[in-house]
């Protein structure tokens, strides 16, 4: 079972968020130790929200302190708690000994913000807080002290608090949004190097992928692509070589072969190693022809099909004939033009008349027929090709009989031929039974 891949957006997004995380984690103890770096004091976070929770607006539009239980917990906690609260309306409330060195800012509360006053020495009789809360008449202002505070481990909590969700939100939320964009421009070359690769055929050799198009981080990776690239290109390269060798070399055994053959004395021993020498010959030069196609950088140029149909027919009439069958020409009396080349569309045809003769049954008509539209086709009486051994045949070294004659490379030899013109070959059942080869081609407007 193939395992499903991770998002690289998704592992990055996940990273930075918490590398966001620890850095405001970090950062908050580096703050608190700063902090407390001396013997510190201030007004916890909770007194602030218990003091604000026991005020209330009378009915009268003054305020009043309703004790309940954190605040009646608070007094008895904090019995040195002082605090004086005002409202929009000037309406104010005092509770407790107010030190004498902030008397004078109460005139001026509602004008004062958020503050702090922190005292370093005890009994932290200065430790004050200014801080502002909701009220039905408007917002409240609120300055206290009397209930000082040095535990660490709260402060600690607390800028993580104030940092975390101030901090870390935003930054997740950006995270979220900007990762996924800039990965997609830092990404946007690999679109181009994905399509060169998809482009890429082992009939067209020398391709190689734009490692520039990619991150720098991203190169090493397109690189050693290309190096395999280039490494099977040379693999290719010599079984051509190879191939080419030993079909070249054949040659010549073959031919000496074939003339030693025809000194012996007729009969059907003579008649068999002839025909085992020229299935020799005809692999040989099938080999040499799939080594041309290859490397074939001939320009097409318009040729008639109707014309290249005559001369083939005329060149294998005789062998059609020896081998017990009847040979005919369909085609129209104009030209059909298409771009290819003659050579080669020769050698297809040759190729398929070939293959009536080995398999249309040793007797009956064989067809060569020309369409307007660029089609080229064969037919023969023979006993047909199953339909689920229509694709298979044009394989390398395929064959439908273990016992044919053929090597199982002509048919692989005329698709190649067809496919370099652009064009394409099919076989379906003849009118009358047997098979029909059709190479399409693409006419000359």
Known sequence: MIAKSKSLTKQLALRLIILQALIILVFSVVLTFTVFSGNVSYIDEPVSHTILDAVHVNQSGNLELHADKKMQKLLRESPELWFVVEDAQGHRLEHGQVPEVYRPLLPSLYRLVPSEIHEGIAPYDLTMRVFVGPASTGSLRVICGGAPSTDMIAVFFGLLYYFGWRIILPMTLLTLIMVPWLIRRGMSGMAEVAAQAQAIDIDVQGARLADQAVPRELQPLVQ???????????????????????????????AILEARIETLESGATRTRLLADVARLSNLAEQLLDLQRLGKQQTAFEPLDLVALSREVTADVAPLVVDAGYELALDAPETHVMVMGDRQSLSRALTNLIQNAIAHGGGCGLITVDVKRDGTLGVSDQGPGIPAEERLRIFEPFYRLRPSSMGAGLGLHLVREIVALHGGWINVTEADGGGAYFRMRLTPVP
Do not use: K, T
Not at 226 to 231: M, S, V
């Open 224 to 254: 050693a692509f290309n190096a395999a690239l280039e490494r099977l290109n040379e693999g290719y390269d010599a079984r051509d070589r190879f191939l080419a060798g030993a079909a070249h070399e054949l040659r010549a055994p073959i």
